[in-house]
């Protein structure tokens, strides 16, 4: 059973730091391209960052509204994908969603072949 399970959402001020965890099971992590979506009350599901497979050359993409202030890495023996967030804003309140892609990062997340169910992160003071 193919699964992705994020973990790592809480409440934390603002200008804290955050991160997020992607575990896959049941699909060969390694072969796929793993991407970080949000989305917040009453907007659309918007691209944070994309991690590519391990069998290319590992690059990673970040939204230009996101460039600065995230990092993600993948780590395929624990089958994980991290995201690392720095200087949480309000505006960064939203469900946060790893997605599994077999290309190269695809722009859509309709081009996304497995999805999580999401964690949630709300930055208030």
């Known amino acids: 059973q193919v699964q992705l399970v994020e973990s790592g959402g809480a409440l934390v001020q603002p200008g804290g730091p955050l991160r997020l965890s992607c575990a896959g099971s049941?699909?060969?992590?390694?072969?796929?391209?793993i991407g970080w979506f949000r989305q917040a009350p009453g907007k659309e599901r918007e691209g944070v960052s994309c991690?590519?497979?391990?069998?290319?050359?590992?690059?990673?993409y970040y939204a230009d509204s996101m460039k600065g202030r995230v990092t993600a890495s993948r780590v395929n023996a624990k089958n994980t994908v991290y995201l690392q967030i720095y200087s949480l804003k309000p505006e960064d309140t939203a469900v946060y969603y790893c997605?599994?892609?077999?290309?190269?990062?695809?722009?859509?997340?309709?081009?996304?072949?497995?999805w999580g169910q999401g964690t949630q992160v709300t930055v208030s003071s």
């Open positions: 997605a599994a892609a077999g290309t190269s990062c695809p722009r859509s997340p309709y081009d996304y072949d497995f």
């Open positions: 049941g699909f060969t992590f390694n072969y796929y391209s």
């Open positions: 991690i590519d497979r391990d069998r290319s050359v590992g690059s990673t």
